[in-house]
């Protein structure tokens, strides 16, 4: 079992749609967690990233951490055509050292006009 | 803003042959890495280095190494290619020094080479 799973779609929904993307893990020890978007012929590039439970917000994107659950979302609201992109969660056990990131494989999504 | 320049956006290789993959980073960071994407697998670290010279494996450094002369490049080697390495390979950087990058600082990601072995 990987550590982190995720959906790899493809998503493809209309333009305006909220869409909701998420991530389950199996280590309980992570409790820093980031998503990243990836456009097509790009690299990755940090979207936001939370510490332990809760919500963070940030403009149209909302972050969300169960840690009970081992369940993390990402919520886009009122989403645009150029929200299309391949979209992967990140997390950690350690506040310290880039190489202990996780990744998930990503979910591409398509916002269709 | 952070540039990473990857020098080849496309390569094919023959199996057997010894690849360089070269990566450029303009802002100083201490901590470079090499991954690979593929399918259903998401990015896996290769190796990282976090100073000149000095350089850890990843999750995944069988059949590759690195070199890290300089600060600013960091390269990733396949010593004799095989179809197995066929995949995107990404070169990022983080700011902050030694093995002590915070969660909260971005990797800073380049573009990313398709490598093919035939």
């Known amino acids: 079992q990987k550590e982190v799973e995720q959906d790899p779609g493809p998503l493809s929904v209309p333009e305006g749609a909220i869409v909701s993307l998420n991530c389950t893990y199996s280590?309980?020890?992570?409790?820093?967690f980031m998503w990243y978007r990836q456009y097509s012929r790009k690299g990755p590039e940090l979207l936001m990233y939370?510490?332990?439970?809760g919500n963070k917000e940030d403009g149209r994107f909302t972050a969300q951490v169960d840690k009970s659950s081992k369940y993390i979302s990402l919520f886009i609201r009122d989403s645009q055509p150029s929200d299309s992109a391949t979209y992967l969660c990140?997390?950690?056990?350690?506040?310290?050292?880039?190489?202990?990131?996780?990744f998930g494989q990503g979910t591409r999504l398509t916002i269709n006009p | 803003d952070v540039k990473v320049t990857q020098s080849s956006r496309y390569l094919v290789k023959r199996t057997g042959e010894k690849v360089f993959l070269e990566c450029v980073q303009d802002?100083?960071?201490?901590?470079m890495f090499w991954y690979r994407q593929d399918p259903g697998l998401g990015l896996r670290l290769i190796y990282f280095?976090?100073?000149?010279?000095?350089?850890e494996k990843g999750d995944i450094p069988e059949g590759y190494s690195v070199s890290r002369e300089k600060k600013e490049r960091f390269s990733l080697i396949l010593e004799s290619a095989s179809t197995n390495q066929t995949s995107m390979y990404l070169c990022?950087?983080?700011?902050?020094?030694?093995?002590?990058?915070?969660?909260?600082?971005?990797?800073?990601f380049g573009n990313g080479t398709r490598l093919t072995v035939t």
């Open positions: 939370t510490y332990s439970s």
């Open positions: 802002m100083d960071h201490e901590n």
């Open positions: 280095s976090y100073d000149v010279k000095m350089k």
């Open positions: 280590n309980s020890a992570f409790q820093y």
């Open positions: 990022a950087t983080v700011r902050q020094g030694g093995k002590k990058s915070s969660y909260n600082s971005p990797l800073h």
């Open positions: 990140a997390m950690s056990d350690s506040i310290q050292g880039a190489q202990k990131l996780v």
